[in-house]
Structures are given as C-alpha cells and as structure tokens.
C-alpha cells in the first residue's frame, strides 16, 4: 500500500525538513495548523522527511483512527524537495516516482526528449 498508493485519493509532501520525533498528534497539527488542511480527510496522506532523507513517515487517516507509517530505505535517499517550507500537493505518479528513488521534478521527462541525430 505504501509504495504502490493503493486506496490513496489525495498526496501531499511536506517540502523541506520536519522534526521525525513527532507522532500522530504532532504531525496531524502540523497538517492542520501550520499548512491549513483537514488531517481527518480520508483517502489522503501526508507525508514528511527529516534530515536523513533515508527515512520517511506518512499520516493517513482511515475513518476510524489515523495510520502512521514509517520507512527507512536499506539503501540510497529519498530525492525530496529540500527548497521550501510549505506543504505540496503531488499527482499519484509523482508519489510512485518518490517511492521507487526518482525526483518528482525531473528536468527531463521522457515526453520531453527528442531523438537529435
């Protein structure tokens, strides 16, 4: 569910760092107060990276209580944007971009290339 984004509606990366020591009530007041968004919207997961970009934990609210889910990558970072303070909506194909390694801003999408030769 987490890599794949089965049952997720709506995604949103909290850009630039957030202190990972929060649980569900500190990051679902971060959600609601400091970026103005509903927490308790269902099918909607929020999601924030610390310093370690090696590390991830995600906010989803089932209908009957929240889900706080954590991964930590064996291997490599996750290539999150580091630029703002600010929260972001993401499509579903740039959440399964993040979740496999790949920048949700590439420079250069396949659409966008062209065979010069």
Partial sequence: MFKDGLGIKKAYI???YTDLRYGVDGLAS???YQFNLNPFDEGTIFLFCGKKAD???ALLWEGDGFLLLYKR?????FRWPRSKEELR?????QYQ?????????PSIRKSDARYIG
């Fill in 73 to 77: 990558l064996a291997n490599g970072r």
């Fill in 30 to 32: 971060l959600v609601q």
């Fill in 14 to 16: 909290a850009c630039g």
């Fill in 97 to 105: 971009w993040l979740m496999t390694g790949f920048s949700i801003d």
């Fill in 89 to 93: 909506d993401i499509t579903m194909e």
């Fill in 55 to 57: 590390r991830i934990k």
